[in-house]
C-alpha cells in the first residue's frame, strides 16, 4: 500500500523559508516523477511543480525562482526548498506522483503559512 508522508511545514515570515520533505513507501519511488502540490483554503488542490525520475525540475509560474526540487532515492524521499515565501503561499503541501488524482491514495499533507 502505497504510503506518503510530507513534514516541514510551519509558519513563517514573508520573504522566509522552508524544505519540505516528503517520503514514499509502497511504491518503486525511483521510478516515478514526483511532484509537490498544495491546496489553499477554499481553492482546488494545484501542481507546484515536479521532479522527474532522471531529475529534471519543472514549477508552476507561481513559485518559479523561489522554490527547487530535490530527490534522495536511496531514501524515497523528495524535497521541496522553498524561498522568499509569500503569503499567497499559504496552503497545505502534498506530495504524489505526477499526476496523481483524487483516486490515488495521498498523505495528511504539512501546513506552511506564511505570515507576519
Known amino acids: 500500500q502505497v504510503q506518503l508522508v510530507e513534514s516541514g511545514g510551519g509558519l513563517v515570515q514573508p520573504g522566509g523559508s522552508l524544505r519540505l520533505s516528503c517520503t514514499a513507501s509502497?511504491?518503486?519511488?525511483?521510478?516515478?516523477?514526483m511532484a509537490w502540490y498544495r491546496q489553499a483554503p477554499g481553492k482546488l488542490r494545484e501542481l507546484v511543480g515536479f521532479?522527474?525520475?532522471?531529475?529534471?525540475?519543472r514549477f508552476a509560474d507561481s513559485v518559479k525562482g523561489r522554490f527547487t526540487n530535490s530527490r534522495d532515492s536511496a531514501k524515497n524521499t523528495v524535497y521541496l526548498q522553498m524561498n522568499n515565501l509569500k503569503p499567497e503561499d499559504t496552503a497545505v503541501y502534498y506530495c504524489?506522483?505526477?499526476?496523481?488524482?483524487?483516486?490515488?491514495?495521498w498523505g495528511q499533507g504539512t501546513q506552511v503559512t506564511v505570515s507576519s
Open positions: 509502497g511504491i518503486m519511488f525511483s521510478i516515478y516523477d
Open positions: 504524489n506522483k505526477v499526476g496523481a488524482t483524487r483516486l490515488d491514495s
Open positions: 521532479i522527474t525520475s532522471g531529475g529534471t525540475t
